[in-house]
């Protein structure tokens, strides 16, 4: 029985080969888009949840009250560690984590040489994140100050196809290190950033300021990881931590608390110090549009389904007349929609696998498809037959409840019965397809409103490299050699990179009042450093070039603003962790975007003559191209700095990576924009289609009658446009109430514009009209007498 269902629908799909492709294309389409969506989501949602303990695994928090705001960071003083362990016994290990103090390390064994990412974690990282090693032991692998644990893909790097354990490789040509762990390749989905592991322990051993560090509570660079015992309650954790830093420093403005692993990536954003979320409202944003266009694919092939019911009207009477029982229609009309919804299951299948890889670049991503997940073929399969059966469920159940002798002699009609709901569904398909086009343009606005943001300093021809012992060492040289090249024209080193900040310090000046927090960002830089970043003085003066201005800052307009100072300049301030040295405000310059484009620029001070720089900056001379200039650099670096290659990094690309995550949601907006009125029109493609058959007598008609091809051609697609209308009216306040709550997490946007709604509405419905046009002037160019003898 079921064969011959099957054999029947087969060729009933081969009979309607027009409606059947626009069936099973529409609903591939927006199945392949679910499934690309789904496999995304499911990697954001299994982040860092490949820990055998991760139910116990938080990382140390704290909340930061200054400027009369609370901010949260992860960075704590040294001395917390001792205090973790000593005195809050629900904690079973504590190991400490050193990002981004340096920028990336030079790696050298023999003649190869790397710039590589590294990171410094306690003894007992990998007691706590049970990350696979390839060789070496977790328990011994950090244990000795002179080891280095490689990934495994630097490893091979470095040593190719031998093995790599016990060998020696030199850390920045300053330290030999002996290799004790090789780490597997991590899954993708991963917050750890890193390309080797060294002991904290050697870093203490080699670093002074971190013996400095041990007793002071105002340097705060340290990352604490921590596990909990099994049956540790965090909230009563949480509680000892509260006030545990205020004990040891009263005069501390921090609160520690616990972060747990599984929320790290998803669960990152705070505010006034509570946690408010993240990347989250994105995966559950794209989770949301990824079944919205699977809805609107749905509603195509249930349009689709119902839209030939008066054709297969005439079918059930037929076949009701010579016999045919309920049931047995019943099973027919379902095996027909069962067929099309599991051909466009295979369809979906091979334009996901087609397209994955164009989605991993427009996201970033390295996404596998799923062929060993179970659950995935389990959603599949049963969403294929639930759209199949709930498609196919209205001719089946309704029509095949008709009077066979009625539906022969013409007197049931069906189209008209099955109008409303069509209509109530074509609404709520391009109500979606609108909503995408206004998001997608908004958030493209957004973009470039804060990309047109003045910086206030030039990042074209401007590039950063770290600075290394050797730069550091011959920095004079380096900087001389660089101008006499010709292809520089300045030179300066900083603390921070161009677009980061890296650290802050907290100020006090006789105005201040006296409960009063005040930190600024800091960068301490030479005195080149606002000529090469092209930052302008709006009063004052810059830095003296001979470097007599250790005991001199510059502040930004923010700084002077928060600081309530009317006449800044030979205002006296100090460090709260330095009283003793008096600085004297020399200069105020224009407030410059250095970290997020899309809120109000942060206080800054900047100071020279102190040994704090990471970073060589310099500005290409523009006479020369970029390739022509870097040409004539390598060679100094190579010189002076021989044990790594020569790397850099552009500004402007620096600058352009904050605009990522806003980037992509404009581009997957797009994207699923243009998907879904792809699906909508070939809805609409058929619905005309249907339509124009249905009315062919009626179009013959009105031909005979003197009636012309644009009326005619108005009269069949006046219906359609009406509802496109319909679904813009609705659309827009939708559309309006979730981008007004998107735009309203930034401090710098633009506003809910009236005519991009507009423009919008008008796309929809010039899409809608030229779709349905090529079927109305279809039938209205007929010959009348054809139409008249259609049956």
Same mark, same amino acid.
């Given at each position: 029985?079921?064969?011959?269902?099957?054999?029947?629908?087969?060729?009933?799909?081969?009979?309607?080969?027009?409606?059947?492709?626009?069936?099973?294309?529409?609903?591939?389409?927006?199945?392949?888009?679910?499934?690309?969506?789904?496999?995304?989501?499911?990697?954001?949602?299994?982040?860092?949840?490949?820990?055998?303990?991760?139910?116990?695994?938080?990382?140390?928090?704290?909340?930061?009250?200054?400027?009369?705001?609370?901010?949260?960071?992860?960075?704590?003083?040294?001395?917390?560690?001792?205090?973790?362990?000593?005195?809050?016994?629900?904690?079973?290990?504590?190991?400490?984590?050193?990002?981004?103090?340096?920028?990336?390390?030079?790696?050298?064994?023999?003649?190869?040489?790397?710039?590589?990412?590294?990171?410094?974690?306690?003894?007992?990282?990998?007691?706590?994140?049970?990350?696979?090693?390839?060789?070496?032991?977790?328990?011994?692998?950090?244990?000795?100050?002179?080891?280095?644990?490689?990934?495994?893909?630097?490893?091979?790097?470095?040593?190719?196809?031998?093995?790599?354990?016990?060998?020696?490789?030199?850390?920045?040509?300053?330290?030999?290190?002996?290799?004790?762990?090789?780490?597997?390749?991590?899954?993708?989905?991963?917050?750890?950033?890193?390309?080797?592991?060294?002991?904290?322990?050697?870093?203490?051993?080699?670093?002074?300021?971190?013996?400095?560090?041990?007793?002071?509570?105002?340097?705060?660079?340290?990352? &604490?990881?921590?596990?909990?015992?099994?049956?540790?309650?965090?909230?009563?954790?949480?509680?000892?931590?509260?006030?545990?830093?205020?004990?040891?420093?009263?005069?501390?403005?921090?609160?520690?608390?616990?972060?747990?692993?599984?929320?790290?990536?998803?669960?990152?954003?705070?505010?006034?110090?509570?946690?408010?979320?993240?990347?989250?409202?994105?995966?559950?944003?794209?989770?949301?549009?990824?079944?919205?266009?699977?809805?609107?694919?749905?509603?195509?092939?249930?349009?689709?389904?119902?839209?030939?019911?008066?054709?297969?009207?005439?079918?059930?009477?037929?076949?009701?007349?010579?016999?045919?029982?309920?049931?047995?229609?019943?099973?027919?009309?379902?095996?027909?929609?069962?067929?099309?919804?599991?051909?466009?299951?295979?369809?979906?299948?091979?334009?996901?696998?087609?397209?994955?890889?164009?989605?991993?670049?427009?996201?970033?991503?390295?996404?596998?498809?799923? $062929?060993?997940?179970?659950?995935?073929?389990?959603?599949?399969?049963?969403?294929?037959?639930?759209?199949?059966?709930?498609?196919?469920?209205?001719?089946?159940?309704?029509?095949?409840?008709?009077?066979?002798?009625?539906?022969?002699?013409?007197?049931?009609?069906?189209?008209?019965?099955?109008?409303?709901?069509?209509?109530?569904?074509?609404?709520?398909?391009?109500?979606?397809?609108?909503?995408?086009?206004?998001?997608?343009?908004?958030?493209?606005?957004?973009?470039? &409103?804060?990309?047109?943001?003045?910086?206030?300093?030039?990042?074209?021809?401007?590039?950063?490299?770290?600075?290394?012992?050797?730069?550091?060492?011959?920095?004079?040289?380096?900087?001389?050699?660089?101008?006499?090249?010709?292809?520089?024209?300045?030179?300066?080193?900083?603390?921070?990179?161009?677009?980061?900040?890296?650290?802050?310090?907290?100020?006090?000046?006789?105005?201040?009042?006296?409960?009063?927090?005040?930190?600024?960002?800091?960068?301490?830089?030479?005195?080149?450093?606002?000529?090469?970043?092209?930052?302008?003085?709006?009063?004052?003066?810059?830095?003296?070039?001979?470097?007599?201005?250790?005991?001199?800052?510059?502040?930004?307009?923010?700084?002077?603003?928060?600081?309530?100072?009317?006449?800044?300049?030979?205002?006296?301030?100090?460090?709260?962790?330095?009283?003793?040295?008096?600085?004297?405000?020399?200069?105020?310059?224009?407030?410059?975007?250095?970290?997020?484009? &899309?809120?109000?620029?942060?206080?800054?001070?900047?100071?020279?003559?102190?040994?704090?720089?990471?970073?060589?900056?310099?500005?290409?001379?523009?006479?020369?191209?970029?390739?022509?200039?870097?040409?004539?650099?390598?060679?100094?670096?190579?010189?002076?700095?021989?044990?790594?290659?020569?790397?850099?990094?552009?500004?402007?690309?620096?600058?352009?990576?904050?605009?990522?995550?806003?980037?992509?949601?404009?581009?997957?907006?797009?994207?699923?924009?243009?998907?879904?009125?792809?699906?909508?029109?070939?809805?609409?493609?058929?619905?005309?289609?249907?339509?124009?058959?249905?009315?062919?007598?009626?179009?013959?008609?009105?031909?005979?009658?003197?009636?012309?091809?644009?009326?005619? $051609?108005?009269?069949?697609?006046?219906?359609?446009?009406?509802?496109?209308?319909?679904?813009?009216?609705?659309?827009?306040?939708?559309?309006?109430?979730?981008?007004?709550?998107?735009?309203?997490?930034?401090?710098?946007?633009?506003?809910?514009?009236? $005519?991009?709604?507009?423009?919008?509405?008008?796309?929809?419905?010039?899409?809608?009209?030229?779709?349905?046009?090529?079927?109305?002037?279809?039938?209205?160019?007929?010959?009348?007498?054809?139409?008249?003898?259609?049956?």
């Amino acid at each position: 029985m079921v064969q011959n269902y099957l054999k029947i629908a087969w060729r009933t799909l081969r009979k309607n080969k027009g409606f059947s492709f626009i069936n099973i294309l529409g609903l591939a389409v927006g199945m392949a888009v679910a499934m690309l969506i789904g496999i995304w989501v499911w990697d954001e949602l299994t982040f860092d949840r490949f820990y055998k303990n991760e139910a116990n695994l938080y990382r140390i928090m704290l909340n930061r009250t200054a400027n009369g705001e609370t901010t949260t960071q992860a960075n704590g003083a040294l001395p917390l560690g001792n205090v973790l362990r000593t005195e809050i016994p629900e904690i079973k290990r504590v190991t400490e984590s050193l990002i981004n103090w340096r920028p990336e390390d030079g790696l050298k064994v023999g003649d190869k040489k790397l710039i590589r990412k590294g990171q410094n974690v306690g003894s007992e990282f990998f007691q706590l994140f049970d990350l696979p090693l390839l060789q070496g032991s977790p328990a011994t692998a950090l244990r000795e100050p002179n080891s280095i644990v490689l990934t495994e893909q630097t490893a091979e790097s470095l040593f190719g196809q031998t093995d790599p354990l016990g060998k020696t490789v030199r850390l920045n040509d300053t330290f030999d290190l002996k290799v004790t762990g090789v780490l597997k390749k991590l899954p993708t989905n991963t917050a750890w950033d890193f390309h080797f592991l060294v002991p904290f322990s050697h870093l203490e051993a080699n670093a002074p300021w971190v013996a400095d560090s041990r007793t002071n509570w105002n340097n705060n660079v340290i990352e &604490y990881l921590v596990e909990l015992h099994p049956n540790a309650d965090p909230e009563k954790v949480n509680q000892k931590l509260r006030g545990i830093i205020k004990r040891h420093n009263p005069e501390s403005v921090f609160e520690a608390f616990l972060h747990p692993v599984t929320k790290w990536h998803l669960y990152g954003e705070f505010v006034n110090g509570k946690n408010t979320g993240g990347f989250i409202r994105y995966v559950r944003l794209f989770g949301i549009v990824g079944l919205a266009v699977l809805l609107i694919a749905c509603i195509n092939f249930m349009n689709l389904a119902t839209a030939r019911s008066e054709k297969r009207a005439r079918e059930v009477g037929v076949r009701k007349a010579i016999g045919s029982f309920r049931s047995q229609l019943i099973g027919q009309f379902l095996s027909e929609s069962l067929l099309i919804a599991g051909l466009a299951l295979g369809l979906a299948l091979v334009l996901t696998l087609v397209f994955l890889p164009v989605f991993n670049e427009i996201t970033q991503k390295q996404l596998a498809f799923p $062929w060993s997940k179970p659950g995935f073929w389990l959603l599949s399969l049963g969403f294929t037959a639930l759209t199949g059966l709930l498609a196919g469920s209205y001719p089946a159940f309704y029509l095949s409840s008709f009077n066979a002798v009625r539906v022969l002699k013409g007197s049931v009609r069906v189209g008209r019965n099955a109008n409303w709901p069509r209509k109530v569904l074509v609404v709520a398909q391009f109500t979606g397809c609108i909503a995408f086009i206004i998001s997608a343009i908004l958030v493209y606005q957004q973009i470039q &409103y804060a990309k047109n943001r003045p910086l206030g300093y030039d990042p074209n021809r401007l590039l950063t490299v770290s600075l290394t012992n050797d730069l550091a060492r011959n920095y004079e040289a380096v900087r001389n050699e660089l101008l006499g090249s010709g292809a520089v024209e300045s030179v300066t080193k900083a603390s921070s990179p161009a677009t980061t900040i890296t650290s802050d310090t907290r100020v006090d000046w006789p105005g201040k009042a006296p409960d009063e927090i005040m930190r600024l960002n800091l960068i301490a830089a030479s005195p080149e450093y606002l000529k090469t970043m092209g930052i302008k003085l709006k009063t004052g003066r810059d830095f003296y070039a001979n470097g007599t201005d250790s005991v001199s800052a510059i502040l930004n307009e923010a700084a002077v603003k928060a600081m309530r100072l009317k006449n800044p300049l030979n205002q006296e301030l100090n460090f709260v962790w330095d009283p003793t040295t008096k600085l004297r405000v020399v200069g105020v310059v224009e407030n410059s975007i250095i970290e997020s484009p &899309y809120t109000p620029v942060n206080p800054l001070i900047l100071i020279t003559g102190r040994p704090f720089e990471s970073y060589v900056i310099f500005r290409l001379a523009p006479h020369l191209t970029t390739t022509e200039a870097l040409a004539r650099i390598e060679p100094v670096f190579q010189k002076f700095n021989p044990a790594f290659p020569f790397d850099y990094q552009f500004v402007n690309d620096a600058y352009n990576r904050k605009f990522r995550q806003e980037e992509l949601i404009g581009k997957l907006a797009g994207v699923f924009a243009v998907l879904a009125i792809f699906i909508s029109c070939l809805g609409l493609f058929g619905l005309a289609a249907s339509l124009a058959e249905q009315r062919t007598k009626e179009v013959g008609i009105r031909k005979v009658l003197g009636a012309s091809v644009a009326s005619l $051609w108005g009269l069949l697609s006046r219906e359609f446009v009406g509802l496109v209308i319909i679904a813009c009216l609705l659309a827009s306040p939708v559309a309006a109430y979730f981008l007004n709550d998107w735009l309203s997490q930034f401090d710098y946007r633009i506003g809910l514009r009236i $005519w991009v709604f507009a423009l919008a509405g008008g796309l929809a419905i010039l899409i809608a009209l030229l779709t349905v046009s090529f079927q109305s002037i279809k039938a209205a160019l007929m010959n009348p007498v054809t139409s008249l003898r259609s049956e």
